[in-house]
């Protein structure tokens, strides 16, 4: 009988305990929500600035708020300090601006606030750290976060001196049996970089045969990042490029249309480094392949979260079918990349010419 007591005392202690009301939502804690990457190869630099919300009802209808995730811009002192040896060489201040051109999603399409500055970077001297200020003129909060810039990273290979590119290495195109060739590129690290990735842009002539109007078209081909093994730079990095994945690409990603001729144009490849902060806000972020979906959190925001970081571009054009942009010619039909482009089998239905 004591045990039965016990027992029952346990239970109405336990049910006591759950008719306890208690606040779900502590206290607000202002947090400030900060991306932006400084690149001196663009004459804008943009930082996109919010706020974590909370309150008692729908997450996602809190989200399409406008007022729930932006900060009312005048309370908003936003400026970035260059500083060299300590000392502050100048101040860049930021405005804020509207972005119209945000993809609908979770969050609010309205008033998707941005915060610009058109004051140039220094291209020459990447000793000096950029510093951020977030101020709240209204509460007194400062988040800070600090980076450095990047030196431009340009090609070693392919030899900026040819004029063409080559994705097939036998003459008897179209290949048929997949004799493709890889193209090499190759680029020497910079001090501070960590990630780079190559986006190969090519261009066409699309011509459309009702209206005789010509558009120039592009398809991008984005290659995987490779990372350097230290920030000292120096490090000589290859990578290859599928020659057969180029034709697959544009099979794949190019309609075919019975109404139009292409003519190829030329290649635009662009290389983008980032510091190691964003290389590590990439790697924590990135989906995983595991159930477990739970992820560490990456910030070098002080008193904030997000990530504030550099990166920098670097573009060079390597033609397949052009002298100059401004004087096209067409391709010899000896001419093998642009021979499989034509009659190969997986871009023969595209509708390319010589």
């Known amino acids: 009988m004591k045990k039965l007591l016990v027992l029952l005392s346990l239970i109405s202690i336990v049910f006591v305990a759950c008719k306890t009301d208690f606040e779900l939502n502590a206290a607000y804690k202002e947090t400030t929500v900060i991306y932006g990457l400084l690149d001196q190869s663009r004459n804008v630099q943009m930082i996109k600035i919010n706020k974590a ?8 209808a809190f989200a399409q708020n406008s007022d729930s995730v932006n900060y009312n811009p005048a309370d908003l002192s936003v400026y970035v300090e260059e500083l060299k ?60 976060a600090s980076t450095g810039l990047l030196e431009k990273t340009k090609y070693t290979k392919p030899a900026t001196n040819n004029n063409f590119i080559s994705f097939v290495n036998s003459p008897s195109s179209p290949s048929t049996n997949g004799v493709y060739s890889d193209l090499a590129t190759g680029w020497t690290t910079k001090r501070n970089a960590r990630t780079y990735q190559t986006n190969i842009r090519f261009y066409y002539n699309e011509k459309d045969l009702t209206t005789n109007l010509t558009t120039l078209k592009y398809v991008d081909w984005l290659q995987s990042p490779k990372e350097s093994a230290s920030l000292s730079g120096g490090e000589n990095i290859i990578q290859n490029v599928s020659g057969q994945g180029f034709y697959q690409l544009l099979g794949n990603v190019i309609p075919e249309d ?40 990456f910030t070098n925001i002080d008193n904030g979260i997000g990530i504030f970081s550099s990166r920098n571009s670097y573009s060079m054009i390597k033609y397949i079918c052009t002298d100059t942009i401004a004087s096209p010619r067409l391709c010899n039909a000896t001419t093998v990349s642009l021979k499989e482009l034509v009659e190969g089998k997986y871009t023969y239905k595209l509708k390319f010419q010589y």
Do not use: E
């Open 85 to 144: 040896n300590g000392a502050v060489l100048r101040t860049l201040y930021f405005h804020d601006s509207i972005i119209t051109s945000k993809k609908p999603g979770d969050f609010t399409t309205a008033r998707n606030i941005i915060y610009v500055s058109y004051a140039p970077l220094d291209s020459i001297d990447f000793t000096k750290i950029y510093k951020l200020y977030v101020v709240n003129l209204k509460t007194g909060n400062i988040a800070t």
């Open 53 to 60: 919300f909370l309150g008692a009802g729908d997450a996602n």
């Open 258 to 297: 019975a109404n139009v001729i292409r003519h190829c144009s030329h290649f635009v490849f662009t290389m983008t480094t980032g510091a190691d902060d964003l290389n590590n806000y990439i790697n924590v972020t990135a989906p995983s392949g595991d159930l477990n979906q739970d992820k560490p959190t």
